[in-house]
């Protein structure tokens, strides 16, 4: 078979689309102003900025003061942990999340704990779903935040934030949502949802890499995360990273504009390599449901066999996949997310996680299934495990 490049790892990072480049393209050079000049050309940076806010704002129904640009998702994640740790401290030492959150969430909630915070982590069920009663009675009068992603990043279930978020309302704790592989591929309304913190990065909606924002509802006044000059309405100092804010806002527009057209796409091909896998790939099943999850993602677990070797043999076959997250892939821990799912190791370890995007085609999923299909085969054959050892 021809080689053919595909890439299946649009939930790890999205290339920059043609349109979002070209907006960016000028202010690496003509258009260099810092937009705390005063001058024309720091006039001009401050207005790309500002409509940058404004394309953002839209796509999750916020006003534009309510966005704050920063480095990441990551940056996001840690800024409202950090910030409502700190404001909120004499208050209460309390915070629940859940134990399927991205690491950028987690790595921060075990360092809050070792300052003596206490953290709850909502476990999910076998699929992926979290319960309701359990978030609810996770509350404590210590509690100063509650968090829950919007859609987790490896198996892709879509959590009800909206529900969520008015049981913190009722206790009167804020809410936070990492929506980080919501943005773009769920609806998100902040207002609607009664959302106090949202988390948002550029790179996953086709957008460049390092440039996020933190979404911080109206009159609340969260600490500075990073001090010095008085960007972003004094809330994050550095001089802002003007072409990854246009970027972030074209990608932004582009989302809101594409909405339902870029689900239908990566559903329909979604679910057209889900049916070919079960049906051609025996000893294969599918973790998390498959009703309220991620429009592109899949995440398939093949018995008898390493994911990695699925991956590494599938690169050299020109396919990019992932095992569990990308995160977990350089680490030979089996992903916290399957493990709460209740999958064992041993499976874990079988587990690959293909995500579509715009860019793909019906031909990309064909010669994706044709090579997995030799790929596991051979695998099985030359495995010590299950009824395939000396299998032809
Ligand atoms: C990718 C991702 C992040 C991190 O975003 P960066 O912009 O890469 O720092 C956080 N949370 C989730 C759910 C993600 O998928």
Redesign the pocket.
């Known amino acids: 078979m021809e080689l053919r490049e595909v890439y299946l790892d649009y939930?790890?990072?999205t290339p920059v689309k043609d349109e979002v480049l070209q907006e960016m393209l000028p202010f690496f050079s003509e258009r260099y102003g810092n937009a705390s000049s005063l001058y024309t050309p720091g006039l001009d940076a401050k207005r790309a900025i500002d409509h940058a806010r404004e394309q953002v704002a839209q796509l999750i129904n916020a006003t534009p003061t309510e966005i704050f640009f920063t480095g990441?998702?990551?940056?996001s994640?840690n800024w409202v942990l950090y910030g409502v740790a700190e404001k909120l401290k004499n208050k209460g030492n309390h915070i629940i999340t859940t134990v399927e959150?991205?690491h950028?969430?987690l790595h921060t909630a075990e360092f809050l704990e070792k300052q003596g915070f206490q953290i709850t982590y909502v476990g999910i069920d076998s699929d992926g779903r979290i319960d309701l009663d359990e978030f609810r009675n996770a509350f404590t009068d210590k509690t100063i935040l509650a968090s829950v992603?919007l859609?987790?990043?490896e198996i892709g279930t879509v959590h009800p934030i909206k529900e969520l978020a008015s049981i913190a309302k009722e206790k009167g704790v804020y809410f936070h949502t990492?929506a980080?592989?919501g943005l773009g591929n769920v609806p998100i309304d902040v207002v609607d949802m009664g959302i106090d913190f949202l988390?948002m990065?550029?790179?996953?909606i086709y957008g460049p890499?390092?440039v996020?924002a933190l979404y911080v509802k109206k009159g609340i006044q969260l600490p500075s995360f990073i001090h010095g000059g008085a960007q972003e309405m004094g809330r994050r100092a550095g001089t802002e990273n003007v072409p990854g804010i246009v970027g972030f806002g074209k990608a932004a527009e582009l989302a809101k504009n594409n909405f339902d057209e870029h689900v239908k796409h990566c559903s329909q091909l979604r679910d057209y390599l889900a049916d070919r896998i079960i049906n051609e790939i025996p000893h294969s099943f599918i973790n998390g449901t498959m009703e309220d999850r991620h429009p592109g993602n899949l995440n398939v677990t093949f018995e008898y066999i390493e994911g990695e070797s699925i991956l590494l043999l599938m690169d050299s076959r020109r396919v990019c996949v992932s095992t569990g997250s990308a995160c977990s892939s350089k680490s030979l821990k089996p992903s916290h997310v399957l493990d709460a799912l209740g999958v064992s190791d041993e499976l874990i370890h079988g587990t690959v996680r293909f995500t579509v995007g715009d860019f793909t085609t019906k031909e990309d999923i064909d010669y994706v299934v044709e090579n997995l299909k030799e790929v596991v085969a051979w695998l099985r054959e030359v495995s010590p495990l299950g009824p395939y050892k000396g299998w032809k």
């Open positions: 939930s790890a990072t990441g998702g990551s940056e994640d959150e991205h950028a969430m992603m859609v987790n990043n990492d980080v592989q988390s990065s550029a790179h996953k890499k390092g996020g």
